[in-house]
């Protein structure tokens, strides 16, 4: 069972930057396609980026295509999403979620995304 944990959340001003991280526990997470994910309250799960087991592929939302780059080490069981030129529509959870199904294209469903981990909060206000 692989356990995801988020880091990098919190309060930036517009304009601002933040590097969220989702570390994995186990190693077999080098082989899963990884994405992120974001959700506000009362609001449904919105797909943000995703990217293959080695890194070649990558997927971007409309919405944050150009301000945010989703990138990942192997060797630290990590997947990074770099976040610049925040605004306020970026404050939500935000949660990393794998799917061990490696011949599976990065997509957005995350129905697709059968590890989840507990999300970190990230608020862009002045």
């Known amino acids: 069972q692989v356990q995801l944990v988020e880091s990098g959340g919190g309060l930036v001003q517009p304009g601002g930057s933040l590097r969220l991280s989702c570390e994995a526990s186990?190693?077999?997470?080098?082989?899963?396609?990884v994405a992120w994910f974001r959700q506000a309250p009362g609001k449904e799960r919105e797909f943000v980026a995703a990217i293959s087991w080695n890194g070649e592929i990558t997927r971007y939302a409309d919405s944050v295509k150009g301000r945010f780059t989703i990138s990942r080490v192997n060797a630290k069981n990590t997947v990074y999403l770099q976040m610049n030129s925040l605004n306020p529509g970026d404050t939500d959870v935000y949660y990393c979620?794998?799917?061990?199904?490696?011949?599976?294209?990065?997509?957005?469903?995350?129905?697709?995304?059968?590890?989840w981990g507990q999300g970190t909060q990230v608020t862009v206000s002045s």
């Open positions: 979620a794998a799917d061990s199904n490696a011949w599976r294209r990065p997509g957005g469903n995350p129905i697709d995304y059968e590890y």
């Open positions: 186990e190693r077999s997470f080098r082989e899963y396609t």
